[in-house]
T-cell receptor, first 113, second 114 residues
Framework: DGGITQSPKYLFRKEGQNVTLSCEQNLNHDAMYWYRQDPGQGLRLIYYSQIVNDFQKGDIAEGYSVSREKKESFPLTVTSAQKNPTAFYLC????????????FGQGTRLTVV | DQQVKQNSPSLSVQEGRISILNCDYTNSMFDYFLWYKKYPAEGPTFLISISSIKDKNEDGRFTVFLNKSAKHLSLHIVPSQPGDSAVYFC?????????????FGQGTILTVHP
């Protein structure tokens, strides 16, 4: 079955540590996105990538980094510079710039203690 | 600057009645709009969309209305069912930009009571 997979579903890290969230898709989609969800704030775009080896900052990129070495994978690193890392992180993909229907993964709940 | 706004954080409706979820936007470059449904601890799932060249799109119990002059869209669910209880996000896309990034509203929690 085609889909988009995020792992792990729950993640705990100590303050000051970097952590990488995984996102893999087998939909052959060109575009991939990372969003963050906080209560009352909806989904905010962190980073997006329209093609392999290229990515762009979203609205709240500070404290995050990404890579897009393969079409199927778009990992997100939450660095120690991110002031409020505890959140629900969602990865999404879409066919490309002209297809707006994004498919989402199940999300990763990151808790920093 | 919140370009897509859902001003009602929550909505409570009786089963069988109509649910109306509202969304306002400020960016006149937006030309495609989507509604997503989200259950707790899961990713959003696509529900219905509408292009700016239309003012209505219907899919079963779900209808989206777009009023471009008012920069307003709404999602109607008729009849509402308890399984519709979820968070609903409105999203917008500007087709003329280089990248197809979606801008989401804050979400509205819909509760349908049996």
């Amino acid at each position: 079955d085609g889909g988009i997979t995020q792992s792990p579903k729950y993640l705990f890290r100590k303050e000051g540590q970097n952590v990488t969230l995984s996102c893999e898709q087998n939909l052959n989609h060109d575009a991939m996105y990372w969003y963050r969800q906080d209560p009352g704030q909806g989904l905010r775009l962190i980073y997006y990538s329209q093609i392999v080896n290229d990515f762009q900052k979203g609205d709240i990129a500070e404290g995050y980094s990404v890579s897009r070495e393969k079409k199927e994978s778009f990992p997100l690193t939450v660095t120690s510079a991110q002031k409020n890392p505890t959140a629900f992180y969602l990865c999404a993909s879409s066919i490309g710039r002209d297809n707006t229907e994004a498919f989402f993964g199940q999300g990763t709940r990151l808790t920093v203690v | 600057d919140q370009q897509v706004k859902q001003n009602s954080p929550s909505l409570s409706v009786q089963e069988g009645r109509i649910s109306i979820l509202n969304c306002d936007y400020t960016n006149s470059m937006f030309d495609y709009f989507l509604w997503y449904k989200k259950y707790p601890a899961e990713g959003p799932t696509f529900l219905i969309s509408i292009s700016s060249i239309k003012d209505k799109n219907e899919d079963g119990r779900f209808t989206v209305f777009l009023n471009k002059s008012a920069k307003h869209l709404s999602l109607h669910i008729v009849p509402s069912q308890p399984g519709d209880s979820a968070v609903y996000f409105c999203a917008a896309f500007a087709g003329g930009t280089s990248y197809g990034k979606l801008t989401f509203g804050q979400g509205t929690i819909l509760t349908v009571h049996p």
